[in-house]
């Protein structure tokens, strides 16, 4: 029996994305949210045309092309004399070689316009302050399909056997945000940058809705408590601190600075089955989570929804959950493992680095671009 009505727990990304995308498929769904009020949740996010052109097709790209930047490459920089390694173009580039724009902005701007259209659909309801813990919501019960958008931590994914279970990953994320005004001039204002040092990075580029930039320094760290947004105690800046000594100046000044840090222990999910057989799946970071070293974990969630969506008309409900899983985890296991080379490559030291550096010097900016058409070129399926 095909898919009619589906009930989706979580109202982040991919949550709302799901329900956009089933919605142009005539299938109508109630979200269930466990939070009072949808607030500010994360920093920035990079929006790559993999995923723009999804969020095209829902009808919510002009609003997001409005207050978003394009930047004009994505830079990767040395922390230490702040010399460029390289650049992959982006900006009026992405658009013409990937059909889609690259864009950057605050989480938040993207949750609230797909929450917008999301309440203005008539095929879409959300309902806010539902408790997911030892029972589920009542209409589960009459739902076709049970869609778990709930996260890294998702409660539902308790529901399916043999499924993915969270660990930490090894790695912190120091996230903060500094105005356009008190930004230091090595920050670039028109692209996304990417400075690489021993055992950890900082990300940098801005938020033009905002009027600030966006950072966020991924360090190894020790295993955390199950949390975020915490505020790091001594240890965890000394440990910051020692992490980036030998970086250039003004970089290890920048986060002297920040009176107000926001510290991320960051968790992944294992490998596991994402749907039982019957009605329910997982998407998005409740099946896979993982490493922010490929900047695709956004874009992964709304590509799930999406396709998801796609392969549930005309065929029954277990049915299009196989197909769903087998199409999209290949993609998935392709880019952790993109995202561990990544992690490799960033976080280089000694000779290693030295031979990075060296290897990214001789590659074109053509050439550094044909690498990611793989990721960026992708064309979900069914989208036309």
Sequence with gaps: ???????????????????????????????????????????????????????????????????WLEPDAIRLISGGSLRQLAAVPAGKFARERWRAPYGVLHRTTLQKTLLAAVEADPLCRLHLGVRMEASLPPCESTADLVIGADGVWSKLRQSIPASPSTRFSGNIAYRFTITEAEAPGFLDRTCVSAFLGGSAHLVSYPLKEAGSFNMVAITAGNLAPQTWQSEPAAEQRAQLRARFSGWNTAILSLLERQAKLTFWPLFETTAGAWQDGRRTVLIGDAAHAMMPFAAQGAAMAIEDAYELAAFLPGRPVAEALSLFEKHRAPRIARLRQRGAFNQFAYHAKGPIRIGRDFVLGLKPPQSLAADLDWIYGYRAVHLP
């Design 1 to 67: 029996m095909p898919v009619e009505h589906a009930a989706i727990i979580g109202a982040g990304i991919s949550g709302l994305t799901a329900a956009l995308s089933l919605s142009r498929r005539g299938i109508s769904s109630e979200i269930f949210e466990q939070a009072s009020e949808l607030t500010e949740v994360g920093a920035g996010l990079q929006v790559s045309p993999n995923a723009s052109r999804i969020l095209d097709e829902l009808g919510v790209l002009e609003e997001l092309s409005k207050v």
